[in-house]
């Protein structure tokens, strides 16, 4: 499984593995494939930094990259305290009935109840300037193109840019703004996504973008046929992201038990498209939490960035409680077949062994 | 471009065309596909027969399918006139000044004013009674399995039967009552469909069914890298239909000329699923008629048989009006791609030539 994007990036396989963990991030990287780590969740860029310190010392020197959230057109924002303003009383009314309605009890007195604020241009900014005192090869931005500027910074520092589309426009809008690479995001992932499913959206962007510009796909990959799918469609690589959630690494991050045994036990029909988790359409775990939201009394979710700050403090508490049934993740359909919590070496071992499975069928049927 | 099911059926390539058209069926078969004429439209056995009849003598001796839509549970029914007794006059009203406002005026006195007949199980039976006088090899049905007596039926006439799943779970059941192949109908395909992509869908429902059920991919296929990547994800051939309203001799079935140019124009973003067609999700192109009944004042749409039986009228009146802003036609994410009117035997040469470069492909990336 060797194309031109291992040369370009120093990897032996061109699978790319977006996750919030530098331990998951560090095992992919080590294991040969590349490891990208969501900087989202660092309110702190200090603790970005030292995390990073920690995958320059962990990745045996390793290639990885990072990943951002950062729409291309610079908002006005003020502090999250500011922005709190906007959020209507009877969201707030909602979020709290429901919660109490699910059985999910507030945090206990003194336990941090700030949002996540890498939503927040200025702090994904400050993520940029910190990845960029490291060594990453890669930045990724989950909203498509970065502002020309923060793309400009990227190159002059060596590192490349991808970007996520979900349709051909967007990709050719990402490519005349510098964008190097495109993460074509199908319909099935998990996240932000558009309605375009991988099958038809792969080869679409593909051609869109040219020859010149590499294509990662994503949505519905985590095993080798799909990697296979997926390159057979002209990407030159996959973008993974839900598959590591459910990795013995990615349990050091994740404190909420209650998570894994929602992943594991999750069918592939078990996930919903809804604006709930920050204001544009992601595919979350359908949960009761999403239910609730989708009720008819329900409110519409606020426009990002005040629908995350809305549900900060309850994402929080369902984390803590650990209920199963009360989850509020992005995860794809791909959640169907995780099913086992395995080390991340054991998932890339398998991953490119039924990719090449898949290649020696493939050719005797043609 | 060689699996066990051409072995099976006698064919050349394991691609299945589904096309209400039986120009298009015959040049598939002929090309080395396999054509699958839909029945639904004939409302008139009669009608079936002869067109079978000019089947047999247009495919070369080349073997062909039949399509029918059967649920597996009989219901009770009326004749198309008791039923519409059932259907609410908001309805009616709606879907009346719906046309007015859209400009789509009345048929001319004296012409057909029939909805289609197929959708009612009596209608439907009569189709597999009509199609096992003739030869068939396969009786594929949209609706999932059929009634268990019916795929009795077709094995005794030594006729295989295939139905279309768009859940594992769904497709294991089909395989318990006796279906032989499982169409794995992903979430962007044209028509009835679920919301599982194909990415995810194709490889759980292989694995459900197990190695002796052959499963073909449906949904999002039109191209040979989306043929590849079917088979990559463990098809053992891939089912088509959008793809072939566009190509030449469908225009002989196709009075509309409007619904051409909709197609032509149609990007993989304009397409929805609805239930506005037949009262279960379809996937259709999306068009101002759509859009209608996705307004906040439409009424919601009537379960099956009742919601084809209030919009028949309508799609006769749409037809003979051509209007390609007000179409209702289903059609997969693929129609993004479905750029040009062409012989059925260069898109069927396309397909195959595609194929064969991404298999080689894929092999130098190995």
């Known amino acids: 499984m060797h194309t031109d994007l291992c040369e370009r990036f120093g990897i032996q396989y061109p699978i790319f ?23 989202v969740r660092f309110n702190d860029p200090a603790e970005l930094d030292k995390t990073l310190d920690w995958l320059d010392a962990n990745t045996d020197g390793k290639p990885y990259g990072v990943d951002v959230v950062m729409p291309m057109k610079v908002p006005t924002e003020g502090t999250s305290t500011d922005l709190k303003s906007y959020i209507p009383a009877d969201h707030i009314s909602f979020v709290e009935r429901t919660l109490q309605q699910l059985g999910v009890p507030p945090l206990p007195e003194g336990e941090g109840r700030e949002g996540v ?31 020309v500027d923060v793309i400009n910074q990227a190159h002059e520092a060596g590192v490349l840019v991808a970007a996520l589309a979900g349709a051909a426009k967007h990709a050719q809008s990402h490519v005349t703004n510098g964008v190097d690479i495109i993460i074509a995001q199908g319909y099935e992932a998990g ?3 558009g309605e375009i ?4 959206l792969t080869p679409e962007i593909v ?16 095993r080798g046929r799909q990697v296979a799918a997926s390159l057979a469609l002209g990407a030159q690589g996959v973008w993974t992201g839900s598959v590591w959630l459910t990795t013995a690494e990615y349990q050091n991050l994740n404190t909420n038990k209650g998570m894994t045994e929602a992943f594991l036990r999750a069918t592939s029909a078990d996930t919903v498209r809804t604006k709930v988790y920050t204001g544009k359409p992601a595919r979350l775990l359908k949960t009761k939490w999403t239910e609730a939201w989708a ?12 629908q995350n700050l809305l549900v900060a403090d309850a994402h929080n508490r369902m984390n803590a409680h650990g209920d199963p049934d009360v989850i509020s993740m992005p995860v794809g359909q791909i959640v169907g ?30």
Not at 17 to 39: D, N, Q, Y
Not at 346 to 355: G, I, Q, R, S, Y
């Open 17 to 39: 593995a977006f996750t919030p963990s530098e331990h998951v991030a560090a095992a992919v990287s080590r294991a040969g494939g590349l490891g990208v780590l969501g900087c």
């Open 117 to 147: 604020l890498g939503w927040l241009h200025s702090v994904a900014r400050s993520h940029v300037d910190i990845a960029l005192s490291h060594r990453p090869v890669l930045i990724a931005n989950a909203l498509g193109s970065p502002p």
């Open 191 to 193: 996240g932000h996504t």
């Open 197 to 200: 499913a991988s099958m038809v």
């Open 207 to 222: 051609d869109a973008v040219g020859p010149n510009v590499p294509v990662l796909g994503a949505g519905g990959i985590g």
């Open 295 to 306: 009720a008819e009394d329900a409110p519409s979710p606020l426009p990002m960035p005040l």
């Open 337 to 366: 077949t995780m099913n086992e919590v395995r080390p991340v070496a054991d998932v890339m071992a398998d991953l490119v062994a039924e990719f090449e499975a898949t290649v020696d069928r493939l050719d005797k049927i043609r």
